[in-house]
């Protein structure tokens, strides 16, 4: 009977890590996407619209992005945004582990193209 608890205990703690972690990726790659298309779709957004759009997407998706981490050039239709940061996990109760990540977003887009579903 211990020995069961003691397993369900280990697979709870288990499950508990793998959702902690996948939730920080999941945010993670949901704020790629959204930086990759709004410098894909940026149309005629000027660099300080740009950056604005970018740290509104950080606070979306609880990405802790800051004018020290965050780099963006422009060069006529191509956009370079790098970003790095740590966010932190609970992996265990009482264990929290500061997980690093990278953002780096290459982006080519047409002159004045913008995204037909929105209105920047």
């Known amino acids: 009977m211990i020995k069961t608890a003691i397993k369900l205990a280990f697979v709870a703690l288990l499950a508990n890590a793998t959702w902690q ?3 920080v990726y999941w ?13 894909q779709f940026r149309g005629q957004m000027s660099y300080g619209q740009l950056h604005d759009r970018i740290f509104e997407l950080a606070s979306q998706f609880d990405v802790p992005v800051t004018d020290e981490t965050l780099t963006i050039r422009r060069q ?4 370079i945004v790098e970003s790095s940061y740590t966010r932190p996990v609970n992996l265990f ?8 990540f990278t953002l780096k977003v290459d982006t080519f887009s047409l002159a004045g193209a913008t ?4 209105d920047r």
């Open 21 to 23: 972690i996948a939730s």
């Open 115 to 118: 995204r037909p579903d929105s």
């Open 76 to 79: 006529e239709n191509h956009t």
């Open 27 to 39: 945010s993670h790659y949901k704020f790629v996407d959204a930086v990759h298309s709004t410098t």
């Open 93 to 100: 109760p009482g264990v929290t582990y500061p997980w690093p």
